[in-house]
């Protein structure tokens, strides 16, 4: 879950989803999500300009410390993960979102065959990049590749041309659709999502409606008074049932939210030449 | 759950489903049951006169060191619980099975009312034995109130005095039906088992059926023939699908397992005087 | 260690005492003081009327999740906290410090013979109170003693009433000297420190000197410029080796610290009628 | 700690310092040497054909499973380390002892440089083993460069060209004195040990004196008549007083306990053609 907009506090966000449009609770949410929960992660933007993260391979239902935090912090921009594992170790360097400089990342899918095609792409990480590397994830691989490729300056072409190389490197392995994500980035200002798979059937993507239009929609559900005119929500599912609250990313899609306007365009994976 | 009978790889028990009466992995069991995991314990005989406990906060089926030890320990009477807080913190001292010398004590249920049955019931609990309390649920206390009316002595009047206590507590502060319980307590000989609730409308319990008459009635299954033959599961459902393998212990009922006989039998509290 | 003055970042308290009065870093104060660390506490106001409370049984040095809550919180009161274990369990719900309403208490200390004790001392909480004990130390019983004994309204007269209820509980049991304690506690708006013993022979407490007069002795001190005028530090230890910044609390005394002026007077016991 | 020898309680060797030649308990060692704690772990051969290993960030004098587990596990060979990290993030797969097949791997020292030289030698493991690499420690990179160069067949040759090429990365990296080491390795039978550094200034390496020249020398000493007659420590420092019990391995040297004769031999890394 990604939160972009007016400073919140991050309990309304994780705790109280009577106040946001989320209808469900961190709590059951988890519960529900969780049979197989792998830790868990929330990065956000407060003070200082890089993002903080708390991450813990406990379940998050239970982690008193994150209700206590989350009361203490308020924050514009905030992503919650809750991990599955496929398969590398349950441990807090392989918990979501991860942070580069300014940067978090978060992503819900799987690069299949990671465990063959790993050391192939270890290699095209920039060694300078390499070094900042902790855990051994495919998903933080994902972020890595896409960092070498310049998600700091064009994100859709830096993960475009990340896409490509795994594709690639899939096919010399013999690995025939490597590549399912939705991915969700940001710098703290802008945030973008990507929903895209090898075979073209992504794991789902929602975003919120504008606050403006739903409140003209439904005058009547008090928690769209008080959240703020900027509010922008990304979900893998709609997690409450409010008409015209929730719109799909279409297939192999990827947006940005933020000042200046939204936009979603199509994404096709850059193949290395 | 809880296994009885020849010395057994702990792993085979809560690892290798498919040598055993169980057709799903601790992994798989662990991911349906615990949404709410809030914990989790194994006790069993092994090494010296006491019983050892491992238990843990995080969840079991990410516990690397669970793993490590189960392959490494043979035991002739293991307990295994998965623990749903119910309001109590989660906290190793909070895991099942509780542990009293030569006792292992584990309980699925609810005391309603216990927080405020609470403190008259500690008041209850003997002072000797007061001091070797470590956490703060309902289970543990119910084990010590059992101890205190000589579950060491006498299993069956020990629980139904220690019941008789709640329910009457219960009544003083106006709880209606303050007892919910399926108990399993052992000395590493005889395994006790209790099915009970004030409302007469008790969770169910299920213990297996004579290896010799199983292996009769099924002689294709492999799993029956490496298990020994003094082999008896207790659980709190039937989770293989081998017809006539279980029987469930009827409402209101106590029951022991062990060397001597199998005995089934009515549970009644009995009323402090 | 507490603070009380101006908001002031967490991290700067706790990670870079270069711009504190206290000249070593959590990381190697807690090297030096913790090869028993069981578990440490950070407890603090900000967001809300209650203040937030961050426990960990894990080493304070290795808990990155610590420090990147501390780098996002700004606070007036803050106390820390590293814990010895006297024999009660390392659990997160016997770290200090403990919270009750806006109240947060820490102790460094021991009640001798608190095993014994125990039981009738908890008998002596306010049974309305008692629901809400989590753990099972010594300190976490002196404060609902406290609580008990009217801390939300008269501090000095509350903690002299627990210690004497402990000291003539300890008498019956034969204990000799059964308070050795030196308390810090606070309403978010004062701060209250309690030194004291038995055997009059007490563990040592500081607090700081004005910063006015701190900047007058040591103009070429830059950390003095940074800290705000209504800085108070109070210490087990004075860690920072400057002429005039650190002022002991005398033996058998207490203290408050805070708007309206700070005082110290002398401490003792209230023996219960 | 290396313990070689007739099978004995883990729990004597980690415990009970009394019956073993080391004058400590796990606990006040543990105190003592890990102000640094950044966590621990225990290997050792029991049931089936590969090592168990029980491994922990929580301090091991807190771990309560640890003490339980130690008194149900006997065993001919057990190695036990402390963890100090020198920059790697503190998770269990970056404690050791390391495990790959029926090998164990312990390792105490720096790679200076690491973090410049890792993706180099990183490319330098058999591509076959570097799949089963979990943590990002010079020390399991050092284990697995050893694997890669034979060490199932030939330890001492296999240490010699692992170290050789991490001082021949070293150098193209500028470090002058890339390697500062002392290993513990062992697979089930025999123990390896090895004690070298670049700049020929080793930490400290000692074996124990056979234990029927220890009964002479000292009759009255009880332990030495519960120690078998095949007990052999390894360990940094000779950790109990006493006279004759410990010998030193010479810098630049391994050695080899076990079947078949113990032997010391001098070791000199071997520089890649």
Same mark, same amino acid.
């Given at each position: 879950?990604?939160?972009?907009?007016?400073?919140?506090?991050?309990?309304?966000?994780?705790?109280?989803?009577?106040?946001?449009?989320?209808?469900?609770?961190?709590?059951? #949410?988890?519960?529900?999500?969780?049979?197989?929960?792998?830790?868990?992660?929330?990065?956000?933007?407060?003070?200082?300009?890089? *993002?903080?993260?708390?991450?813990?391979?406990?379940?998050?239902?239970?982690?008193?410390?994150?209700?206590?935090?989350? %009361?203490?912090? #308020?924050?514009?921009?905030?992503?919650?993960?809750? #991990?599955?594992?496929?398969?590398?170790?349950?441990?807090?360097?392989?918990?979501?979102?991860?942070?580069?400089? %300014?940067?978090?990342?978060?992503?819900?899918?799987?690069?299949?065959? =990671?465990? !063959?095609?790993?050391?192939?792409?270890?290699?095209?990480?920039?060694?300078?990049?390499?070094?900042?590397?902790?855990?051994?994830?495919?998903?933080?691989?994902?972020?890595?590749?896409?960092?070498?490729?310049?998600?700091?300056?064009?994100? =859709?072409?830096?993960?475009? /041309?990340?896409?490509?190389?795994?594709?690639?490197?899939? /096919?010399?392995?013999?690995? !025939?659709?490597?590549?399912?994500?939705?991915?969700?980035?940001?710098?703290?200002?802008?945030?973008?999502?990507? /929903?895209?798979?090898?075979? %073209?059937?992504?794991?789902?993507?929602?975003?919120?409606?504008?606050?403006?239009?739903? /409140?003209?929609?439904?005058?009547?559900? !008090?928690?769209?008074?008080?959240?703020?005119?900027?509010?922008?929500?990304?979900?893998?599912?709609?997690? %409450?049932?409010?008409?015209?609250?929730?719109?799909?990313?279409? !297939?192999?899609?990827?947006?940005?939210?933020?000042?200046?306007?939204?936009?979603? #365009?199509?994404?096709? *994976?850059?193949?290395?030449?």
């Amino acid at each position: 879950m990604a939160y972009s907009g007016e400073p919140i506090l991050a309990a309304d966000l994780l705790f109280r989803p009577e106040h946001s449009l989320i209808d469900q609770s961190l709590h059951s #949410r988890l519960g529900e999500e969780t049979t197989n929960g792998d830790g868990f992660g929330v990065g956000w933007y407060g003070e200082g300009t890089e *993002p903080a993260v708390y991450k813990s391979i406990e379940p998050a239902w239970n982690d008193e410390n994150l209700r206590e935090i989350a %009361r203490q912090v #308020r924050t514009p921009m905030l992503l919650a993960h809750v #991990r599955t594992s496929t398969g590398t170790p349950v441990q807090r360097s392989n918990c979501h979102p991860f942070r580069h400089g %300014r940067w978090l990342w978060m992503h819900n899918g799987v690069l299949h065959g =990671f465990h !063959e095609m790993r050391r192939e792409l270890l290699l095209a990480v920039d060694p300078a990049l390499f070094l900042d590397m902790e855990g051994s994830t495919d998903s933080e691989m994902l972020f890595y590749l896409a960092l070498t490729f310049g998600l700091v300056d064009d994100p =859709f072409a830096a993960v475009a /041309r990340a896409v490509g190389l795994v594709e690639e490197v899939g /096919r010399t392995h013999g690995v !025939e659709n490597p590549v399912q994500m939705t991915v969700a980035t940001t710098d703290g200002e802008s945030l973008w999502v990507f /929903r895209y798979s090898s075979e %073209r059937h992504s794991r789902s993507l929602f975003f919120s409606t504008e606050i403006a239009t739903l /409140r003209a929609l439904h005058p009547e559900v !008090e928690a769209l008074q008080e959240l703020g005119g900027d509010t922008r929500f990304v979900v893998s599912e709609p997690l %409450r049932d409010l008409e015209g609250a929730w719109n799909e990313v279409p !297939e192999s899609s990827a947006g940005r939210v933020g000042p200046g306007g939204d936009e979603i #365009r199509p994404f096709a *994976p850059i193949t290395p030449t």
